[in-house]
């Protein structure tokens, strides 16, 4: 086990202190950094990194501090793609932080940036939401989402061509969709595993209102009343749909591709003054993104997470099992729920730019080329579907949810992945952007 795995092994047992050491000497003897002191910075919403701040005696081109990163994404170590990627979108002209340095040896793969202090723009946004001060207002913020959607829109269609399914397969974004469903990418047919396996087959679901949990096998196959509307689909159905559909072999070919950041959900995103004191986003962790991203799984990252996954339900769960009335109940065969969520004016507006800055332009443009696919709607729900279900485990009592957060989150993954037999948020999205 390499130095690296071994400090983000003890940072997930909580022994902060011991990592930050054995940091100090892989900085000093690897890096060959005059490093004096390191502080991690373990947080909510990095799930696969460690990453902190080393402090140095002699700079480092021209800084006293770094602040460093590792990923990993389960077993699979992405390395320093980021590195790359980071200059793939510098080169597009969008607004994204590239590394200052990177080590690319197996077992060593750290990136080393220039420290920010700005906020994030998920965290602006939350505070925003609760009526704090955030160092920007509503309007300046929504203004920043509207000018980097356009420019991210403008770029999609500057970028979107053809690409024989090859390329789009084996773009790294499938990571945080197909494969999260499956063990093996290459099976012939389907079978739950990944995170779908882990997070929920064969778990129990404890939901407010009902006198005990729900197993995943009933579950599974429930139909679902949300405040009154009936949804088409199971969660069993909908998993199995996406593993279909969602497997990159199942790519249009030739299919069509964008270039992009495909994970710039808002704690990738950095919230910046720029000299004439406008409010600016930028790009960071560019993991995932790439020169040949399946056309419409390119935004599903930044719709869902930017705009449905708030306020707090998805990653401040705790706080909201008082703020949300829920209740479920089990009637004739169907799961009836009830909850009081919706987009607020804030996320409202995001949503209101993305449509007419990134989605319609891009779905209009993909057709007008005679590429859209017949059912393009099917994968554009069941990639946002996957986004609350797979980012972590929305099961109450398994990570960092409860029964509240875990019927509200339940809810909006199903009202995404599936048609209502009444009008909702997705179903009115989806009707906003149909070319
Ligand atoms: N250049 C930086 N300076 C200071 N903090 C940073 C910097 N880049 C990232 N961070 C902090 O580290 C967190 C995780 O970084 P990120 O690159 O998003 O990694 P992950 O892969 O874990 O999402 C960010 O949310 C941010 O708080
Ligand atoms: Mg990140």
Not at 216 to 239: D, K, Q, S
Not at 254 to 264: E, S, W
Not at 398 to 403: E, F, V
Request: net charge negative.
């Amino acid at each position: 086990m390499s130095q690296l795995a071994i400090a983000r092994d003890l940072v997930k047992l909580g022994r902060i202190q011991e990592a930050a050491a054995l940091m100090l000497t892989f900085a000093r003897q690897v890096l060959e950094l005059d490093c004096t002191e390191v502080k991690l910075t373990p947080d909510g919403y990095s799930l696969n990194s460690l990453n902190g701040i080393l402090s140095l005696g002699t700079p480092f081109e021209g800084q006293t501090k770094l602040f460093f990163k590792y990923h990993q994404e389960e077993d699979e170590s992405k390395g320093v793609a980021e590195y790359y990627n980071s200059k793939l979108l510098e080169d597009a002209g969008l607004p994204v932080d590239v590394p200052l340095a990177a080590r690319h040896n197996p077992g060593e793969q750290i990136l080393l940036y220039r420290v920010r202090t700005d906020p994030r723009l998920a965290d602006v946004c939350r505070a925003i939401e609760h009526g704090q001060a955030a160092g920007f207002t509503a309007e300046e913020t929504i203004q920043a989402q509207r000018d980097l959607d356009i420019a991210v829109g403008k770029k999609y269609l500057e970028t979107l061509t053809t690409a024989p399914r090859e390329k789009p397969a084996a773009e790294p974004l499938h990571q945080l969709f197909y494969l999260r469903l499956v063990d093996d990418p290459n099976a012939d047919a389907p079978v739950s595993g990944g995170r779908l396996k882990s997070f929920y087959v064969g778990k129990d679901f404890a939901f407010p209102g009902l006198e005990k949990p729900l197993s995943w096998a009933e579950l599974a196959n429930l139909r679902w009343c949300i405040n009154g509307v009936t949804y088409t689909h199971t969660l069993g159905e909908l998993f199995a749909e996406a593993m279909v559909l969602l497997a990159p072999r199942e790519l249009p070919d030739p299919c069509p591709v964008v270039l992009g950041h495909g994970d710039a959900h808002n704690a990738n995103l950095w919230i910046e003054r720029d000299s004439a004191g406008s409010a600016r986003l930028a790009f960071f962790d560019p993991a995932f993104a790439g020169a040949a991203l399946p056309a419409l799984l390119a935004e599903i990252k930044p719709t869902f997470h930017n705009i449905f996954a708030h306020p707090d339900w998805l990653y401040h769960s705790s706080e909201v099992t008082q703020r949300y009335q829920t209740r479920a109940e089990v009637r004739d065969g169907v799961l009836h729920v009830h909850h009081d969520w919706k987009l607020n004016a804030l996320r409202a507006e995001f949503l209101a730019t993305k449509v007419t800055h990134v989605w319609k332009p891009l779905l209009a443009e993909i057709k007008a080329q005679g590429l859209l696919p017949a059912d393009w709607e099917r994968y554009i729900r069941l990639a946002l579907f996957c986004c609350p279900t797979l980012v972590m485990n929305l099961r109450a009592g398994a990570d960092r949810h409860n029964p509240v957060s875990s019927v509200v989150g339940l809810s909006i993954a199903m009202m995404c992945g599936s048609a209502g037999d009444t009008e909702d948020v997705m179903s009115q999205f989806i009707a906003d952007i149909t070319p």
